[in-house]
Structures are given as structure tokens and as C-alpha cells.
């Protein structure tokens, strides 16, 4: 059965730390795509970012980036030098390409970090 | 501005009424997608359509009904059988090969008493 486990549940840093984000994630299958999104307090979720089973390389794009290592199936997201805007409830999600192709996400609880002034 | 729509922000209803969340959206997507989340939860999936005309359940369905009778539009009933609908629910869309991102709505917040 397909997984996401986000096992931080609360992050409280101070602005300017760096703080990184785990994502664990549990699929049988060999091709499927990985998600991160933000949700401000606002409540819409906000797209970051997608990345394919293929791909292991790391991105970067301004202050974030993303660390996938399929041999620990992880996929963890690390914001550099915080700032107070980055206070948000974060979601890992998985998406398998299945027979139907539905596109359907499996989320994680979500991680919700706190950056403090 | 392309995006997706959803009407009511706050909604409050009595139990024991059905009540009919509204989703639009202008980016020209096939896929729809309604889900829910309870504080501290993630989300999820209740209802998820590919095409016009066709929809299906998804993981807690049981309670909801959907219609997908234009491209635009998906809108999500909460009936009287829905046993915990105070919730927030979030409606997103995407082009419709999967898997691709979902792109989502600024959610209704429902509260029933």
C-alpha cells in the first residue's frame, strides 16, 4: 500500500536557521511521482514541487531545495535561511502511475513549522 | 486570472441538511479532484473526476455526492448521511494524464451544529 509518513509533526525555528523537512514514503511501485506543497494559513495549498522516480537528483530554486534518495525512500525538503513568510503547514505527497492513471495524491500529515522573528 | 473558485469561504449549516460546496475553475483542466482535511490531518480524496460526465469515489465517499456535468465546474454535496462533515474542504484540478500537479482552491470551511 502506498505511504506517506511526514514524521515531524511540529518545527519551531527562529528566522535565518536553516530547517529541513522529512518526507518518508512506502509505494511498490517503480515509477511515481513525489510532491511538496505549502499551505499558508490562508488554506490553499500551494504547489513547489514534482519530481518522477527517475530523477535523483537534487534541486534547488532560491532558498529551497530537495534532497530524493530512493534507497531510503525519502524525499526531504530543506528551506535555507528562514524567514517569517515560511510559516506554513507543509504536505509530501505521492502519486503513483498506476493502470488507471487517476493522478491521485496520497498526502503525509503534514509537518507545520513555525519561523519565529 | 486563471485559478480555481470556491464559494462559499465559510459555510454553517444545521445537521441533518444537505448542503452543496461550489468548485470552478477556468485553467482549462480535465481533472477535478474534492478533498477534505481535519485539523492536524492531511488530506483525503472523496470524489475525483477525469472527464466531463464521469466521476469517481475515492477514499471516504461515503456521505458526499458530485456532479460533473460542465468542464468548469464540480461541485460536492455533503448530505445528512456524511456522519462528521464539520471540515475543510479543499477542491483542485489538473490536466488529466496523471500524474501531474494539482493545482488547488481556497477551500469552504464547513461547520454543522
Known amino acids: 500500500a502506498q505511504k506517506v509518513t511526514q514524521a515531524q509533526t511540529e518545527i519551531s525555528v527562529v528566522e535565518k536557521e536553516d530547517v529541513t523537512l522529512d518526507c518518508v514514503y512506502e509505494?511498490?511501485?517503480?515509477?511515481?511521482?513525489l510532491f511538496w506543497y505549502k499551505q499558508p494559513p490562508s488554506g490553499e495549498l500551494v504547489f513547489l514541487i514534482r519530481?518522477?522516480?527517475?530523477?535523483?537528483q537534487n534541486e534547488i530554486s532560491g532558498r529551497y531545495s530537495w534532497n530524493f534518495q530512493k534507497s531510503t525512500s525519502s524525499f526531504n525538503f530543506t528551506i535555507t535561511a528562514s524567514q517569517v513568510v515560511d510559516s506554513a503547514v507543509y504536505f509530501c505527497a505521492l502519486s503513483e502511475l498506476g493502470s488507471s492513471n487517476t493522478g491521485k495524491l496520497i498526502f503525509g500529515q503534514g509537518t507545520t513549522l513555525q519561523v519565529k522573528p | 486570472d486563471g485559478g480555481i473558485t470556491q464559494s462559499p469561504k465559510y459555510l454553517f449549516r444545521k445537521e441533518g441538511q444537505n448542503v452543496t460546496l461550489s468548485c470552478e475553475q477556468n485553467?482549462?483542466?480535465?481533472?477535478m479532484y474534492w478533498y477534505r482535511q481535519d485539523p492536524g490531518q492531511g488530506l483525503r480524496l472523496i470524489y475525483y473526476s477525469q472527464i466531463v460526465n464521469d466521476f469517481q469515489k475515492g477514499d471516504i465517499a461515503e456521505g458526499y455526492s458530485v456532479s460533473r456535468e460542465k468542464k468548469e465546474s464540480f461541485p460536492l454535496t455533503v448530505t445528512s448521511a456524511q456522519k462528521n462533515p464539520t471540515a475543510f474542504y479543499l477542491c483542485?484540478?489538473?490536466?488529466?494524464?496523471?500524474?501531474?500537479?494539482?493545482?488547488f482552491g481556497p477551500g469552504t470551511r464547513l461547520t454543522v451544529t
Open positions: 519530481r518522477n522516480s527517475f530523477d535523483e
Open positions: 509505494t511498490r511501485d517503480t515509477t511515481y511521482y
Open positions: 485553467l482549462n483542466h480535465d481533472a
Open positions: 483542485a484540478s489538473s490536466t488529466r494524464t496523471g500524474p501531474h500537479e494539482q493545482y
